[in-house]
């Protein structure tokens, strides 16, 4: 039986309560449900990830926006728990059913062995021809009703294996919804972790390298301002589908959060990371917007990128800050510009 998630009594929920008003207030953070939430979780201290990116988010000079909290809550608190549920009962259900064919069957089984046990002890004795045809006209009837048995246990067992490859695909679909971005349908911030923290472990223990991208679209915020939010919405599409055509192989691609987009290169070096950030840089700025309906161009789009190598005492939050100081100073020394790490 799952444990209760919140068994904090009247008095510390009370104080939890207080002090997880006044983060808010203190970073001008709305107390909706679901921020309420990654502030209870955060002051509770049970959730170290949660609390670690959230007060990376609250360090940020600007206060943190909407998506970037509902990214965060989605990661951290919103586990599918109704499409879980509807797969845990189904594979109940399918057990149950499993396990009432194997009990019948294992009662027939039992029963013709006891046939075969009688019919053996009776060729032992004398019997009239007419008594022996009885009996085995017995084992005979009972031979077709095991072999039907034997024929539908084996129907059952297909219909089972059908039923769980089913299953399988779906929990494969809500394990791949739950890491995809749902706007531009690339990887999310949640599988960039998983990622990241998978290519660190593979990188130390092949003794290879590896290089991260960070990219910013550069004035997006003109974008959504001057046209609106479907236009930026298309911007994000247009850049995320353009790091997708400009990476190959084993590379992966990942919103990271609003306007920014990051890029892990594996077994590649600094060198080959520029290269690769060059040739994005140079495909999003020559890419060219239109309005359908007027055919005017919403202007020039480019991106900022910060590009970083993989050291030995990396983790993945320094080599992430690494990556975004390098792409801060590319920001700085005039966008659309590639800054490496230090």
């Not at 009990?103 to 021809?129: C, D, H, M, V």
């Amino acid at each position: 039986m799952d444990t209760h998630p919140y068994p904090d009594d009247y008095s510390k929920a009370s104080e939890y309560l207080r002090m997880a008003l006044s983060l808010l207030s203190s970073h001008k953070i709305p107390p909706s449900p679901v921020n309420y939430q990654l502030g209870y979780e955060c002051i509770a201290g049970r959730n170290e990830a949660l609390k670690s990116n959230l007060e990376q988010l609250l360090e940020q000079p600007a206060p943190p926006n909407d998506e970037d909290l509902w990214n965060l809550y989605r990661r951290f608190c919103l586990q599918d728990e109704k499409a879980l549920e509807v797969i845990r009962q189904e594979l109940r259900n399918v057990i149950l059913n499993i396990q009432g064919d194997f009990k019948k069957t294992g009662g027939e089984l039992n029963r013709y062995s006891n046939t075969l046990n009688r019919f053996a002890n009776i060729l032992e004795q004398p019997l009239s021809e007419q008594a022996m045809s009885l009996e085995v006209q017995k084992v005979l009837e009972d031979t077709r009703e095991v072999k039907q048995t034997h024929n539908n246990t084996e129907e059952q067992i297909s219909s089972v294996l059908s039923e769980m490859e089913s299953m399988r695909q779906e929990l494969q679909e809500v394990k791949t919804e739950s890491m995809t971005d749902g706007l531009t349908g690339i990887s999310n911030r949640r599988a960039l972790d998983t990622t990241l923290e998978k290519s660190i472990l593979e990188a130390r223990e092949q003794n290879h390298t590896f290089c991260m991208l960070l990219g910013d679209i550069d004035h997006f915020k003109h974008f959504n301002d001057s046209h609106g939010h479907l236009v930026g919405d298309k911007v994000l599409r247009f850049v995320a589908s353009t790091l997708t055509k400009c990476t190959k192989g084993n590379d992966f691609v990942a919103r990271f959060g609003g306007e920014e987009f990051a890029v892990i290169l594996p077994k590649t070096d600094m060198n080959g990371a520029r290269v690769v950030a060059e040739h994005i840089r140079k495909a999003i700025s020559s890419g060219d917007l239109k309005d359908r309906r007027t055919g005017s161009s919403y202007g020039r789009i480019t991106i900022s990128i910060g590009v970083a190598q993989f050291s030995a005492d990396d983790l993945p939050h320094t080599l992430l800050q690494r990556t975004d100081d390098a792409l801060y100073r590319a920001k700085q020394r005039g966008r659309n510009r590639i800054e490496r790490a230090a």
